[in-house]
């Protein structure tokens, strides 16, 4: 069964940080470029960080850089966001997909060649 599942999200106090993780079954996660996208409640979904299958070249957008990054660990068929100095604007349910683009910008920005996604791991920032 092909599937992308995410772990590591919970509720934590602005200034902490959590890891999430996106494990894939059924297919190999190499060939692929792979991102996390957030949405919070009543707003469009975002692209937050994406990672090339190719040379690792990465895109994280705006609001989230300096504080997460994202690796990959091909040998455990798994990637990773690590998301530090975390804001209430944080707050949002955490999904991770695997796609073929050229970019990474254009599958974090445009989710273009998207072929799977996980169901998502919930973030909560509040004091």
Request: proline letters at 3%; charged letters at 15%; hydrophobic letters at 30%.
């Amino acid at each position: 069964q092909v599937q992308l599942v995410e772990s590591g999200g919970g509720s934590v106090q602005p200034g902490g940080s959590l890891r999430l993780s996106c494990a894939a079954s059924g297919f190999t996660l190499d060939y692929y470029n792979v991102g996390w996208f957030r949405q919070a409640p009543g707003k469009v979904r975002e692209g937050v960080s994406c990672i090339s299958s190719s040379d690792g070249s990465t895109y994280y957008a705006d609001s989230v850089k300096g504080r997460f990054t994202i690796s990959r660990d091909n040998a455990k068929n798994t990637v990773y966001l690590q998301v530090n100095s975390l804001k209430p604007e944080d707050t949002a349910v955490y999904s991770c997909a695997a796609a073929i683009t050229p970019t990474v910008q254009a599958m974090c920005v445009a989710r273009s060649g998207v072929r799977y996604w996980g169901q998502g791991t919930q973030v909560t920032v509040s004091s």
